[in-house]
C-alpha cells in the first residue's frame, strides 16, 4: 500500500483566544485576494506570529471563500511527497482534484516535471470558485524540483486559486517578476513587528500581566517587535514581584538574553513538566500516546493540555486536540538541551523508544528515520527491508536511497536484501555502473539468509541482472535470469513476481515465443492484480494483447485492450490513466489494420499523451510510429515525416541501438510509400535501396521473429526495385518460420507480399494460391489495410481472386476500401481559406480555434474530447492555452471576447 497521509498536516490552525487584532495586515490579505493577485508571500523569522496572522485572516473568509491548509516539515523536501500532500489539501475544497496527477507519482516510470504542473493548472482552471490554498513553514524546502514546480505553478496560475506562503526565509520564486506585473503582496518582518499599542495589548490582556506603558515601551523596543520574545518575556515574568527590575535587566545589550528567556520559561515550569519538554523535543509530532512511550509516563494528555493552557509554544494540528507540535524555535532549544542534559547515549535511547511507538502503529515512514537516529541499524534495516520492495516496485526510489544511504557500507553489505535494493534502485535511477558491485556484495551476504529469504533474495538479484542484460541488448542472457528468478522467488511473494513475468513475458514477446510470452504475461497479470501492482497488471495486459496480435488473434487482442483501458479509466476516476497507454496504442494499430482509421488515430493521439506524461519512451515510439504511417497513407508526406522524426529523438535519448535499428527500418518503410505516390522522384527510393544495402550487410537471420518486419521492408525494397526473384529469397525461409512459430499475423503480411512477389514473375496461378492462403487466415479476423497498404498491385490480384471465387464476401470488402481509397486519394478539395489575421500577440492556434468554436456551442469539455479524439485533461490543457491568450479567466468570457475580436 502506498504511504498513508499525515492529516493533521491539512487542517487549518484554530486562532489562539485574545489575539491581538491586526485590522490593517488583515487588510492587505483582503486586497490581494480581491485583486486576483496570485501570491501573498508571508516571510519573517521564527516568532513572529505569521501562522497565527493567517489563521485569523482565513476565520474571516472561510465563510465565503474555500480554503485548504498544507503545513510542511523536512520530510516532505521530495518532490513527490510534497505534491501528493499539496493535492490532498486541495481535495479537501474538490475531492477529485490532481487525481491524474496522483496516478503519475504512484507510478514507477517518473514523469516531466512540466507535465505534472500542467495537469495540477488544468484541474485548478476547472475549480468552480476562487480558492486559497496556504503553504505554511516553506522555509524547510530546499529541493530545487519543489522550487521550480511552485515557480512554474505561479507564472501560469489560473485565478481559481490564491496562493499564501509563510516562511522564514526567502523562497527561491520568481517574486521580482510578480512585483512587476503585481501579482504579489507581501507581508515582511516590519509589518509584522508589534507597535506599542500592540504589544500592551499582548502583555496585558492576552498573558494576563500589568504593566506600565514605561515597561511596555522598553520590552517593545528591546524585542523590536518580536511576538515570541514578547511572549517568553511575559512566562518568565509571571508570579514574578519585581517586574520592572527583571524588564530593565533584559533591556540591557545581552546577546545571550533569548536563550536566558528560553531557560527561564523551561525552569519555571514544575519538574514532571520539564522532563516532558525535555524528552519530547526529539518528535516533529506530538500525541499523547507517542509522548508517554517516550517519556515512559502516563500523563502525555494532561502534560499537552497543560503546555497548551499556558501558551507554551505549543501548536495544535487537529480540531480534536490530539495532535500537535512545539513552535519550530521551542523545539530546537529542546533538542539542543536533551543533548546537554542526557547525552548522546540518552537521546539515542528516545529516539529508539519513539521509533518502538511508530513501528507497532504501522507508521513505518515514521519509525524508520528515528531508528536510524538511534542509530540502531537492524530495527532500520528489518523496517526498511519489509517495505523496499514494494515501494520500488511503485516508484519511490527517493525515499529508499535516502534510508540506504544513511546506514554505513559495510552494515548494508552484511544484508543481502539491502545490497540487492541498493542496486535496484541505482539500475533504475541510470546509474548503470555502480549496480554490479552491490549485486556482488548480495552475493557475498547471502549465507547470512535464512534458507526461505535466500531464495527470494536470489530471485531479486536475478532480476536485477536481467535488467542489465536487456540495457546491454543481451536478451538470451535477460530471460534466463528471469527464469532464474520465477523459479527462486516464493510463492506468496506476488508483487516482485508479477514483476519478474512482466518482463519475462515482454523478452518471450519481442523474441517471437509466443504460447511463452502468453503464459508468463497471465502470470504476470494475476499476481499483479492480487497484489494491488496497477501498473504491472496493465501493463501485462497491453503485452498479452499484442501476443494476441502477432497469433492473428485480433478479436481477442481488442477484447484485452479495452479491458485494460477500461481499467485504467476506473482506476483513474473515468481520465485515461497513463499505465494504460501501450493499450491504447495496440489497440490504435488494431483499429487502423481494420480502416477505422478515426478511431485508430484517436487511440494512437491518446497513447502519445500518456506516454509523454509519463516520459515513457517506448509507449511514445509505440504511438508515433503507427501515426506516421497513417499519415503517409492519408497522403501526408510532411507530418509522417515529422512523426517519424520525433520518435527517432525519443528512441535516440533512450540509447537502445536495437529499437533505433527499428526506427529506421520505419523510415525505409516510408521512403517507399512516398516513391510509389511519386515515381518521378527517385530519391526516396534510393535511400531505401541504401538501408537495404546496409541491412543485407548485418547478415540477418532470415527465420528470426525480431528480423520479420526488417526483412519484409526488404523485400518491397526488391519489389520497388522489379527484382521479385529476390524479394521471394528473402521472404520463403520467414513464410515457413511464420508458420512453424505461430506467427500468424507476420505469415499473413508474408503472403501478401509473396503473392505480389509470384504475379510479378508471371506465376498467377501460384501466387493465387498463396493469396488465397494469406486470405484464409486473414477474413476470421478482419484485416483490411495489409492489402489496402500493398496499393494498386494487390488490388489486381483480388480483382483476379474475385473471377477464381476465393473469398467472394471478404475479398468484395477489401476491394471495396480499395475504391475507398482511391476516391479519397483522387479528390482533390479546395484547400481551406487561411484564417483571418487575428488581432492578438500570441494568435490561436487552428486547435485552440476549434476548441473554442466548440465551447461558443456550449459542449463541455468531455463532449470536446470526444469530438475531438483527445483527453480531457488535453482539453483542460489547451482551455487554459486559450484564456491566457485572450486575457480572460473564464469560459464564457473566453467566447465573449472572440466574438468581440471577431476571431468566432
Not at 526488417?710 to 521472404?731: G, N
Request: with cysteine; net charge negative; aromatic share 6%.
Amino acid at each position: 500500500m502506498d504511504t498513508p497521509l499525515l492529516q493533521t498536516k491539512l487542517y487549518i490552525p484554530p486562532p489562539r483566544p485574545n489575539l491581538v487584532p491586526r485590522p490593517n495586515l488583515i487588510q492587505r490579505l483582503d486586497e490581494g485576494l480581491r485583486l486576483g493577485y496570485r501570491l501573498t508571500l508571508i516571510s519573517a523569522p521564527a516568532g513572529f506570529g505569521k501562522t497565527t496572522l493567517i489563521s485569523d485572516w482565513l476565520q474571516q473568509i472561510e465563510s465565503r471563500t474555500p480554503v485548504a491548509w498544507l503545513s510542511l516539515d523536512e520530510r516532505d523536501n521530495e518532490l513527490p511527497r510534497f505534491l501528493a500532500y499539496a493535492v490532498a489539501a486541495l481535495q479537501r475544497i474538490d475531492d477529485g482534484f490532481g487525481q491524474m496527477a496522483l496516478s503519475l507519482l504512484q507510478s514507477p516510470q517518473s514523469s516531466p516535471l512540466e507535465n505534472l504542473i500542467t495537469l495540477l493548472i488544468n484541474d485548478i482552471a476547472a475549480l468552480p470558485d476562487q480558492a486559497v490554498l496556504v503553504v505554511d513553514d516553506y522555509h524547510v524546502i530546499s529541493n530545487l524540483d519543489i522550487n521550480k514546480a511552485l515557480s512554474l505553478l505561479l507564472e501560469n496560475l489560473p485565478s481559481q486559486l490564491h496562493l499564501v506562503i509563510a516562511s522564514r526565509e526567502n523562497p527561491m520564486l520568481p517574486l521580482p517578476r510578480l512585483r512587476i506585473r503585481r501579482q504579489v503582496t507581501e507581508i515582511r518582518t516590519k509589518d509584522l513587528r508589534f507597535a506599542e499599542e500592540e504589544a500592551a495589548h499582548f502583555l496585558n490582556r492576552t498573558m494576563g500581566l500589568n504593566l506600565t506603558p514605561e515597561d511596555v515601551a522598553t520590552l517593545e523596543r528591546r524585542t523590536e517587535g518580536w511576538v515570541a520574545g514578547l511572549q517568553m518575556a511575559a512566562l518568565s515574568m509571571q508570579d514574578l514581584a519585581d517586574t520592572t527590575g527583571f524588564i530593565t535587566a533584559f533591556a540591557g545589550d545581552d546577546r545571550y538574553v533569548v536563550d536566558y528567556l528560553i531557560s527561564e520559561v523551561i525552569e519555571r515550569q514544575p519538574a514532571h513538566i520539564q522532563q516532558f519538554l525535555l524528552k519530547t523535543g526529539i518528535l516533529n509530532f506530538l500525541t499523547a500516546p507517542l509522548c508517554d512511550a517516550v517519556t515512559g509516563q502516563d500523563d502525555g494528555r494532561d502534560s499537552l493540555a497543560r503546555l497548551e493552557g499556558a501558551n507554551l509554544f505549543l501548536i495544535s494540528l487537529d480540531n480534536r486536540r490530539e495532535w500537535y507540535r512545539y513552535h519550530h524555535l521551542f523545539r530546537d532549544l529542546l533538542r539542543y538541551r536533551v543533548q546537554q542534559e542526557v547525552g548522546a547515549e540518552g537521546t539515542k535511547e528516545l529516539h529508539g523508544r519513539a521509533a518502538a511507538w511508530y513501528a507497532q502503529n504501522g507508521l513505518i515512514d515514521d519509525a524508520i528515520p528515528h531508528y536510524l537516529a538511534a542509530e540502531d541499524c537492524d530495527q532500520a534495516a528489518d523496517l526498511i527491508e519489509s517495505v523496499a520492495v514494494n515501494l520500488i516496485v511503485r516508484g519511490q526510489l527517493r525515499k529508499v536511497r535516502t534510508w540506504l544511504e544513511a546506514l554505513p557500507d559495510d552494515f548494508i553489505r552484511s544484508r543481502p536484501l539491502l545490497c540487492v535494493c541498493y542496486a535496484w534502485v541505482l539500475n533504475l535511477a541510470g546509474e548503470a555502473t555502480a549496480v554490479e558491485p552491490h549485486l556482488q556484495d548480495a552475493e557475498r551476504a547471502l549465507s547470512a539468509a535464512s534458507p526461505t529469504e535466500r531464495k527470494d533474495i536470489e530471485g531479486l538479484i536475478n532480476t536485477v541482472y536481467a535488467f542489465l542484460a536487456r540495457r546491454q541488448g543481451d536478451i538470451p542472457s535477460s530471460i534466463q535470469y528471469l527464469r532464474r528468478a520465477v523459479a527462486s522467488l516464493a510463492l506468496d511473494n506476488l508483487m516482485v513476481r508479477a514483476t519478474v513475468n512482466l518482463n519475462l513475458g515482454f523478452n518471450y514477446l519481442i523474441t517471437g515465443q509466443l504460447a511463452l510470452a502468453e503464459g508468463a504475461l497471465q502470470a504476470a497479470r494475476t499476481d499483479g492484480k492480487a497484489s494491488g501492482a496497477v501498473y504491472v497488471t496493465l501493463l501485462a495486459m497491453a503485452m498479452q494483447a499484442n501476443t494476441y496480435v502477432a497469433q492473428g488473434k485480433l478479436g481477442q487482442a481488442v477484447q484485452l485492450f479495452e479491458e485494460a483501458i477500461a481499467a485504467g479509466l476506473a482506476q483513474n476516476r473515468g481520465q485515461p490513466f497513463p499505465p494504460a497507454g501501450y493499450a491504447y496504442a495496440g489497440l490504435g494499430q488494431v483499429l487502423y489494420e481494420r480502416n477505422d482509421l478515426d478511431a485508430a488515430e484517436g487511440h494512437l493521439m491518446q497513447a502519445v499523451e500518456l506516454a509523454d506524461l509519463m516520459a515513457d519512451w517506448s509507449m511514445m515510439r509505440r504511438g508515433l510510429l503507427p501515426l506516421a504511417w497513417l499519415r503517409q497513407m492519408q497522403g501526408d508526406n510532411p507530418a509522417a515525416q515529422a512523426l517519424w522524426q520525433q520518435a527517432l529523438n525519443v528512441v535516440q535519448q533512450a540509447e537502445s541501438r536495437r529499437v533505433e535499428a527499428q526506427v529506421m527500418m520505419h523510415q525505409a518503410r516510408l521512403w517507399l510509400a512516398q516513391a510509389a505516390t511519386s515515381p518521378l522522384d527517385q530519391s526516396t527510393l534510393a535511400a531505401a535501396v541504401n538501408w537495404a544495402k546496409a541491412y543485407r550487410e548485418s547478415q540477418p537471420d532470415l527465420r528470426s521473429y525480431p528480423q520479420a518486419l526488417p526483412l519484409m521492408t526488404l523485400a518491397w525494397v526488391e519489389l520497388a526495385q522489379d527484382r521479385p526473384d529476390q524479394a521471394l529469397a528473402c521472404l520463403e525461409p520467414l513464410a515457413e518460420a511464420a508458420a512453424a512459430g505461430g506467427w500468424i499475423d507476420n505469415l499473413i503480411k508474408i503472403l501478401g507480399l509473396q503473392a505480389l512477389a509470384q504475379a510479378a514473375m508471371g506465376q498467377q496461378a501460384a501466387g493465387l494460391d498463396t493469396l488465397g492462403r494469406a486470405l484464409d487466415l486473414a477474413a476470421p479476423e478482419g484485416y483490411v489495410r495489409t492489402f489496402v497498404d500493398c496499393g494498386p498491385p494487390m488490388q489486381r490480384l483480388l480483382e483476379r481472386a474475385v473471377v477464381r471465387g476465393i473469398e467472394p464476401d471478404y475479398v468484395a470488402k477489401l476491394l471495396a476500401a480499395f475504391s475507398a481509397e482511391e476516391q479519397r486519394s483522387t479528390s482533390s478539395p479546395q484547400p481551406p481559406s487561411p484564417p483571418a489575421p487575428q488581432p492578438l500577440i500570441e494568435p490561436l492556434t487552428e486547435r485552440e480555434l476549434a476548441i473554442l468554436r466548440l465551447m461558443a456551442a456550449n459542449l463541455s469539455h468531455r463532449e470536446i474530447a470526444e469530438e475531438l479524439y483527445l483527453s480531457v485533461n488535453t482539453v483542460k490543457c489547451y482551455s487554459t492555452h486559450i484564456y491566457g491568450k485572450l486575457g480572460v479567466h473564464r469560459r464564457s468570457e473566453a467566447v465573449a471576447r472572440a466574438q468581440d475580436l471577431g476571431i468566432l
